[in-house]
């Protein structure tokens, strides 16, 4: 039982394209977040989810677009994608306990290569 | 802001040798900590947390982490390490806060185990 999922592991393409991730939990947490972790192992929060509403957007540039049709699915489209783009991605959700962090859960990550 | 740091970039150590990994955070109150194991190629594990209660917490695979609010500290430690416990460790902390659920992680520490 795959408590956070994503698709596709491994992802490798060109300079200009489009691309989506996506991530699934089917743990009934209410907050789903996307992490990046770039080539020096550096982990930073990207978007955070609560019950389909954004509830934060770091400074990130506008080609990245979360999605989230129910609770359980967060998805992050790319547009235009760049070599900087490349990167592991990582999904985690969470239980926030009375509107307080809570443990999150991990995803195995989507390594994305931009050539 | 909080933020989180972890002196030792690479640590080596022998096989049943002790172990501590260092972790100081900046926190304007009493934070939420974490420890995460990431192995090669793989996604984020929870080793332990801290939320309150007793400053010395158990994890799993006989790691345990004690929070020092005088020196802003959460080190992890064990007292035999095996060689699959070779990986990348993650200190994070969460903020006690309703506006900011995502947690602000460390740069990691690389361990590798000598036979």
């Known amino acids: 039982d795959t408590a956070v999922s994503q698709t596709p592991k491994y992802l490798v393409t060109q300079m200009g394209n489009d691309k989506s991730i996506k991530c699934e939990q089917n743990?009934?947490?209410?907050?789903m977040y996307w992490y990046k972790q770039d080539s020096k192992k550096f982990l930073k929060i990207m978007f955070s989810?609560?019950?389909?509403?954004?509830?934060i957007n770091e400074t990130v540039p506008n080609r990245f677009s979360p999605k989230s049709p129910d609770k359980a699915h967060l998805n992050l489209h790319i547009n235009s994608l760049e070599l900087g783009d490349s990167a592991v991605y990582f999904c985690?959700?969470?239980?926030?306990?009375?509107?307080?962090?809570?443990?999150?859960?991990f995803g195995p990550g989507t390594r994305l290569t931009v050539l | 802001a909080q933020s989180v740091t972890q002196p030792d970039i690479h640590i080596t150590v022998s096989e049943g040798a002790s172990l501590e990994l260092r972790c100081n955070y900046s926190?304007?109150?009493?934070?939420?900590l974490f420890w995460y194991v990431q192995s090669p190629g793989q996604g984020l594990q929870l080793l332990l947390k801290?939320?309150?209660?007793?400053?010395l917490v158990q994890g799993i695979k006989g790691f345990e982490a004690e929070f020092k609010r005088s020196q802003s500290s959460f080190n992890l430690r064990k007292p035999s390490v095996h060689w699959s416990d070779a990986a990348e460790y993650f200190c994070?902390?969460?903020?006690?806060?309703?506006?900011?659920?995502?947690?602000?992680f460390g740069s990691g520490t690389r361990l590798q185990v000598q036979p």
């Open positions: 985690a959700s969470s239980q926030p306990l009375g509107g307080l962090t809570d443990t999150q859960y």
């Open positions: 743990l009934g947490h209410d907050t």
């Open positions: 926190y304007g109150a009493t934070p939420y």
């Open positions: 989810y609560n019950n389909k509403e954004l509830i």
């Open positions: 801290y939320f309150s209660g007793d400053t």
């Open positions: 994070a902390v969460g903020a006690k806060d309703t506006g900011r659920r995502a947690l602000t």
